[in-house]
């Protein structure tokens, strides 16, 4: 590059030209840079062979024409006027410049223009060497693309987000604008990278993605703000609820499976949403705020949205006293397990229980389940800490053997994080050997979404565990979006209703319609059927009619410590005997 700009620079200083020359004649052959030679009129009178392979001229088709052959109509008469008048001042000209192939293509390329004089100092010829730059250009594009787009999504990147938004407010500060920021998390984005690779989290980003963008207009914003967080603002909204409906279009699109490399992926979403003015006028109060909301959101349950509010408090420092003493809590096993019993409704009677993880700490007191199981699964303690439930689920079963003649299965619940890695199927083969403990005691819970994510690979798996002895549950059913061909190769051997369906069963027609359909489903794939969450008596009287087997919830008993637990046992033995006299 340095060779030819040192070439162009002596040929643009030369005052004469000498035609022919059998040493100029070999460079001007040779050169890669372009020559054009015209005469005072603008008629070109020789080109080099370089002119011919940038242009698409030969040198029959160039000769005799006007140096106007090449315009590409970009440049206004203004733009060539001050070109050359610049030469004439000055005897040359150098820039970027755009002419037009044979083709038709535009092309940017590097132009000096030189003035030709003879002895007497007239103007005889003028000179125009020139390099394609296209490449250069592109290079340059390219770069100035990278800065302001996401590589893997082809949305725009952080820097671009805050520099149009930038942009937004400044233009709004003295108008009556009103907008919207959302922000974005994945929920359980982690799990899939870990489980499933970063090609095919790859691939679901870029699916999200386009989800999203289904649903915004072309004056709103996107931007990927990093990893797994999108940020998005609805621009000139005249009312919030024009922010709840992209919001909840948003939740249930990403709700959707996502088809890719031959297996349905589940993801959702928790999103947060700040409002200009109402909520802030700067960016960093917007985005802040509406960061705060999403981490409201995910703490109360993921997959959905929630607007900031003034009391909101995201507490950092109970998150990092959380995050130490969940680790503690971890090594020492300083866990403890609360059981509800699973009722059979042809006979009332107790025939298998539920654990459930408790965890009381020093410092933070009793912390709801629903609070340290997601960060947990967020952080991936959530792995060691199932290990830690398998182990007092089988420490619970040694007792519960020692001291009842009729052991009752218990049922575990499998974190969809821990199911999908590798050695989970080691893992629990070790600890129940450890423990000398039979799989066929116990009974394994996953949720419908866990299954879904990955079939082939959960498929072989419940094999696996059918195998070993365990039995097998559908946890939640009715809240993921199953394929029914996927769920008769699965060996279950429980469908568990979600307590959502229970809850209206008795005063709602489509839940008790949807009630019926799983369970005469259920049945004929020789599944049993379990209600979950069952609270009143009217339900239990309908979930017999329609042929459920059994139900779990407060209307017959909480979780108990397994000492309460015992208890409940005798105390039913107590009363059957009583109702025998």
């Known amino acids: ?47 080099n062979p370089a002119f011919e392979f940038v242009t698409g001229y030969t ?30 001042e000055h005897g040359k000209w150098s820039g970027e410049i755009w002419n037009r192939r044979k083709t038709g293509d535009i092309y940017p390329e590097w132009l000096t223009i030189v003035a030709i004089h003879n002895e007497q100092g007239d103007i005889v010829n003028y000179c125009g060497i020139f390099e394609d730059i296209s490449a250069q250009k592109n290079a340059e594009n390219e770069i100035e693309r990278r800065k302001y787009t996401d590589t893997l999504t082809g949305v725009a990147n952080r820097y671009a987000y805050l520099q149009r938004m930038e942009t937004l407010l400044q233009s709004s500060a003295n108008r009556e604008y009103h907008h919207a920021v959302l922000f974005l998390d994945l929920d359980r984005f982690k799990q899939v990278n870990d489980t499933l690779g970063h090609s095919v989290a790859d691939e679901m980003l870029i699916s999200v993605t386009q989800r999203i963008q289904s649903v915004l207009k072309n004056k709103d914003i996107v931007a990927r703000y990093g990893g797994d967080e999108f940020i998005i603002t609805i621009t000139n ?25 031959e297996q349905n992926i589940y993801i959702s979403t928790s999103m947060g949403i700040s409002l200009y003015p109402e909520d802030g006028t700067t960016l960093e ?12 959101a995910k703490q109360n349950g993921r997959n959905q949205f929630a607007f900031y509010f003034d009391d909101l408090k995201i507490d950092s420092k109970r998150v990092l006293l959380l ?48 609070e340290f ?60 050997e450890a423990y000398n403990c039979s799989p066929q005691d116990f009974e394994l819970e996953l949720t419908e979404r866990t299954v879904m994510n990955n079939e082939r690979d959960s498929i072989r798996k419940l094999v696996q565990l059918k195998n070993m002895g365990f039995k097998l549950s559908i946890d939640d059913f009715g809240t993921g979006y199953s394929s029914l061909s996927y769920l008769v190769q699965f060996p279950l051997d429980y469908l568990k ?16 319609a ?68």
């Open 237 to 261: 909204i005249h009312h919030m609820q024009e922010a709840v409906q992209v919001a909840e279009k948003i939740v249930h699109l990403l709700s959707e499976p996502l088809p890719i490399d």
């Open 373 to 432: 199981i997601p960060y947990a699964e967020e952080t991936g303690l959530i792995i060691p800490m199932s290990e830690c439930v398998f182990r007092l689920a089988c420490e619970a079963h040694l007792r519960l053997r020692e001291e009842m003649d009729n052991v009752l299965p218990i049922a575990i619940n499998i974190s969809s994080i821990h199911f999908h890695q590798s050695d989970f199927i080691d893992t629990v083969k070790m600890i129940f």
């Open 59 to 88: 040198y029959e088709e160039a000769v005799g024409q006007r140096s106007s052959l090449l315009n590409s109509g970009i440049h206004d008469q203004e733009f060539y006027t001050k070109m050359w008048a610049t030469i004439r």
């Open 1 to 47: 590059m340095i060779k030819k700009m040192e070439y162009t620079q002596k040929l643009a200083n030369a005052t004469t030209f000498t035609f022919p020359n059998h040493i100029i004649d070999t460079i001007f052959n040779s050169v890669e840079e372009g020559i054009m030679i015209a005469d005072t009129k603008s008629r070109i009178i020789h080109v």
């Open 514 to 581: 949807v009630v019926d359909a799983i369970i005469q489903m259920a049945h004929r794939l020789h599944m049993k059927v379990i209600a979950e969450g069952v609270e009143q008596k009217d339900q239990v009287k309908l979930l017999e009619k329609l042929g459920c087997d059994m139900i779990q919830g407060y209307y017959y008993a909480k979780p108990m410590p397994l000492d309460e637990f015992v208890a409940f046992l005798e105390f039913l033995k107590l009363e059957a005997r009583e109702d025998l006299k």
């Open 497 to 512: 209703i979600d307590r959502s369906f229970i809850q209206y069963i008795t005063s709602i027609a489509d839940k008790q």
């Open 285 to 296: 109060t917007l985005v802040k705020k509406a960061d705060q909301a999403m981490y409201y």
């Open 323 to 370: 995050d130490n003493e969940l680790r503690k809590a971890i090594k020492q096993n300083d866990f403890t397990l609360n059981f509800q019993p699973k009722i059979s409704l042809e006979d009332k009677t107790v025939i298998g229980m539920e654990a459930l993880i408790r965890w009381t700490n020093d410092q933070l007191g009793f912390v709801s389940p629903a």
